[in-house]
């Protein structure tokens, strides 16, 4: 379904044929009439797919630029996806008069409940930094029409939970919630129970969980034996850019220092670095400007990076649903990605409720970590034939480095 076919204002529909926005993705066509009819909506969708703008737009229209108010509340758990929503709020609302903002901890307070005084339609908050806000007495609800929770399953796990029954505990008029997410474990989902009213599921997670547009990569190999594989991987591999995530703050620091003389425009970022340089990082990456970003889980939800043609887990996840998160920053909208795992002994038996659960085809680079049986050839052979780089087959490593797995890396 083409946009143009729904009854949207001109100033909307113009701006989003001028942005490129012609066809409605799956999650956009489905929500759509249930929002802008007044349903409460818990949407699971795959990430990537377009669940910002399927609220965005909905959102903007609920807006009476009249009222000098809070119209719209997005409550989300990262700044970077806060700045994300802004970005495309503002984007398709440029000629609506509606003015979206976003607050966010490690930013200065003063100015942006100057700015909030002055004139916000649509809020986009951080859960603390709005609790600040709502204390202060800046920020006044009473005027919320829809309260939107993105990565809802994270806000409503136990590290949120009370600061967003809370924010809810502020919205005691009526008012419409919708929870979007990627997945949505069993006992979170019975949470939705609490917030939303009669609400409207409509989930596009196939039984397929993963995206079909990513293929799954794996290297059982030697925890001091990574690096030197990666730095050979990024010499082998066509990477038009990559993320590289670890599972702690002081892993991305090692790591970068001893890879940024190796690999080319690499930058690190984790919760621990001032926002600012925090937001800069995340522009020069969209810009193209880093080609690979070691990255803590604060890069693993929600972020849209178009060119990111690569996931790499240095670390393997701590919890399985990041694994879907941290892999979801590419084969975006339907693009082709790739991600590659490496696999050390003590993760295998995580790794098979990973392929189980999530129904993942593996593919290795080098020995098949759960049947050493099978040696490495079939693995090099797949990822050759789906590359076409048959060149890296007359590869010849020394033959004391074999033992450690050093295979020639290659991939889609």
């Known amino acids: 379904m083409k946009f143009s076919e729904l009854e949207l204002p001109a100033t909307i529909l113009k701006t989003l044929d001028n942005i490129g926005y012609d066809e409605m993705t799956p999650i956009q066509e489905a929500t759509y009439p249930v929002i802008s009819a007044g349903h409460d909506v818990c949407g699971l969708a795959e990430t990537g797919t377009g669940k910002t703008a399927a609220c965005a737009i909905p959102l903007i229209q609920m ?140 989930s596009l997670i196939t039984k397929q969980a993963a995206p079909k547009s990513i293929e799954h990569y794996f290297k059982y190999t030697h925890p001091n034996a990574k690096q030197e594989d990666l730095v050979d991987y990024f010499k082998t591999e066509k990477i038009r850019q990559a993320i590289i995530f670890c599972n702690a703050r002081h892993q991305v620091d090692r790591l970068f220092g001893s890879l940024k003389k190796q690999v080319k425009d690499l930058e690190f970022i984790h919760g621990g670095l001032a926002q600012e340089k925090r937001t800069s990082i995340i522009r020069r990456f969209r810009q193209q400007k880093i080609h690979a970003l070691i990255a803590t889980d604060v890069a693993g939800r929600g972020l849209d990076f178009t060119h990111v043609s690569h996931i790499i887990n240095w670390d393997f996840p701590r919890e399985l649903l990041q694994y879907t998160h941290r892999t979801g920053r590419t084969g975006r909208m339907g693009r082709r990605g790739l991600a590659l795992t490496y696999i050390a002994k003590h993760d295998l038996s995580n790794l098979r409720k990973l392929l189980q659960t999530r129904k993942l085809t593996a593919h290795w680079l080098g020995k098949d970590g759960l049947n050493p049986e099978k040696g490495g050839e079939s693995g090099k052979a797949q990822a050759r034939a789906k590359t076409g780089k048959k060149r890296l087959s007359r590869r010849r490593r020394p033959r004391r480095r074999q033992s450690a797995s050093k295979a020639p890396a290659s991939g889609a």
């Open 63 to 202: 807006v009476d630029t009249k009222l000098n108010a809070i119209q719209g509340l997005i409550v989300v758990p990262t700044r970077e996806l806060c700045l994300q929503y802004v970005a495309e709020i503002q984007k398709i609302a440029v000629k609506t008069g509606v003015v979206p903002f976003a607050v966010y901890g490690g930013f200065s307070k003063q100015i942006q409940a100057a700015k909030i005084r002055h004139e916000v339609h649509i809020l986009v908050a951080t859960p603390g930094r709005l609790i600040d806000l709502v204390y202060d007495g800046i920020v006044t609800l009473s005027e919320v029409k829809c309260m939107i929770l993105d990565e809802a399953d994270e806000l409503l796990n136990v590290g949120f939970l009370s600061d967003i029954e809370f924010i809810f505990s502020c919205l005691v008029h009526e008012h419409q919630t919708m929870l979007f997410s990627a997945t949505m474990p069993d006992d979170i989902k019975k949470l939705t129970q609490t917030y939303l009213r009669d609400p409207q599921h409509i």
